[in-house]
T-cell receptor
Framework: GAVVSQHPSRVICKSGTSVKIECRSLDFQATTMFWYRQFPKQSLMLMATSNEGSKATYEQGVEKDKFLINHASLTLSTLTVTSAHPEDSSFYIC?????????????FGNGTRLTVT | AQSVAQPEDQVNVAEGNPLTVKCTYSVSGNPYLFWYVQYPNRGLQFLLKYITGDNLVKGSYGFEAEFNKSQTSFHLKKPSALVSDSALYFCAVRDFSGNTPLVFGKGTRLSVIA
């Protein structure tokens, strides 16, 4: 089945630094990937839709200059949290559909636990 | 706008007993409905989906869900719970009519007690 690999699984960084999270589709091509953020005991919040070869589409309230998304190839999307602050500490999860069909389930990476000190 | 409600934050079930995790939804058109499971510090795993057809959908690990259009519900069920089923379960919905984002419920934590 479709596998999505996300790296790193955990990262601790100092306030003011930037962190890059990678999301790879291992056995399929993903023209679209989705980045979610999950707060403790809360649901997943869609941050942005990452489109291969074009700019990401950000959800309302998500700062595009803070959460930089690059989708340079059909198998790789990256999320960079710039100038991280403690309030950015969260669980970030990427996902992709196995094919272009709208009713296909999403396949998720294992997530990245970001802690900003 | 689409929305999903999972009315229970926590469901406790004894091992071997049947389990139900509730989900109701709201969409403007026909829904695509999904259930996902999340284990600690992991991403979500797909369990099952309803697109069209039979109202009873069977999925992974012995789970099933029943689509009820009149009640706008898509409850997740399993006849006999296992301790290993203990996890966080998310219901999700998308409107059938277009490429709208998948909207997730807030999740229900299932705890199966031996």
């Amino acid at each position: 089945g479709a596998v999505v690999s996300q790296h790193p699984s955990r990262v601790i960084c100092k306030s003011g630094t930037s962190v890059k999270i990678e999301c790879r589709s291992l056995d399929f091509q993903a023209t679209t990937m989705f980045w979610y953020r999950q707060f403790p005991k809360q649901s997943l919040m869609l941050m942005a839709t990452s489109n291969e070869g074009s700019k990401a589409t950000y959800e309302q309230g998500v700062e595009k200059d803070k959460f930089l998304i690059n989708h340079a190839s059909l198998t790789l999307s990256t999320l960079t949290v710039t100038s991280a602050h403690p309030e950015d500490s969260s669980f970030y999860i990427c996902s992709a559909r196995g094919d272009s069909s709208y009713n296909s389930p999403l396949h998720f990476g294992n997530g990245t636990r970001l802690t900003v000190t | 706008a689409q929305s999903v409600a999972q009315p229970e934050d926590q469901v406790n079930v004894a091992e071997g007993n049947p389990l139900t995790v509730k989900c109701t939804y709201s969409v403007s058109g026909n829904p695509y409905l999904f259930w996902y499971v999340q284990y600690p510090n992991r991403g979500l795993q797909f369990l099952l989906k309803y697109i069209t057809g039979d109202n009873l959908v069977k999925g992974s690990y012995g789970f099933e869900a029943e689509f009820n259009k009149s009640q706008t519900s898509f409850h997740l069920k399993k006849p006999s719970a296992l301790v290993s089923d203990s996890a966080l379960y998310f219901c999700a919905v998308r409107d059938f009519s277009g490429n709208t984002p998948l909207v997730f419920g807030k999740g229900t934590r299932l705890s199966v007690i031996a």
